[in-house]
């Protein structure tokens, strides 16, 4: 693969502590979510993280796969709920659920502008793909 771009960022003290990306814009605090037996306090988590990434990548794949099919599409919106929990195995796993919003569109139109988002334009799908949980809705 050749590598368009890297994005670097580093975390300190895990989900209570702080992540920074290399060149400075992104700039948080963490906190691990009380459902999980954290403070609670008012900062992000992975989670939220990845589902702000993954929602953002969606839309874009979504948006690309209009302008390839010739059906230009507006207000797009992806929303990304990232799930984290245990499996039977005790193991931590995730799962997402994507919800997408395509107005002014024939369903049959959209769910196909949708589907290939997923199945071969968003590089978070092709990672995530046989590894976690992912269910994509048109809403």
């Known amino acids: 693969m050749k590598v368009l771009y890297t994005a670097t960022a580093t975390a300190s003290g895990g989900r209570e502590g702080r992540v920074h990306s290399s060149d400075g814009v992104l700039d948080l605090e963490l906190s691990m979510p009380k459902e999980l037996g954290g403070s609670g306090r008012a900062a992000t988590n992975p989670e939220q993280l990845f589902a702000a990434g993954y929602a953002a990548c969606f ?3 979504l ?3 209009g302008r ?11 929303t990304a709920e990232v799930g984290i929990g245990r499996k039977e195995d005790t193991r931590f796993a995730l799962t997402v ?3 997408v919003k395509i107005p002014n ?3 049959a139109q959209a769910e196909k502008l949708m ?8 590089p978070y799908s ?3 793909r046989g590894n976690i949980e992912v269910s994509v809705t048109l809403a």
């Open 63 to 65: 948006q690309r796969a």
């Open 97 to 99: 659920a994507l919800t």
């Open 59 to 61: 839309e874009n794949a």
């Open 68 to 78: 390839e099919a010739k059906t230009p599409i507006e207000g797009t919106e992806v």
């Open 115 to 122: 589907n290939r988002a997923h199945e071969e334009i968003c």
């Open 105 to 107: 569109l024939e369903r």
């Open 126 to 128: 092709n990672a995530t």
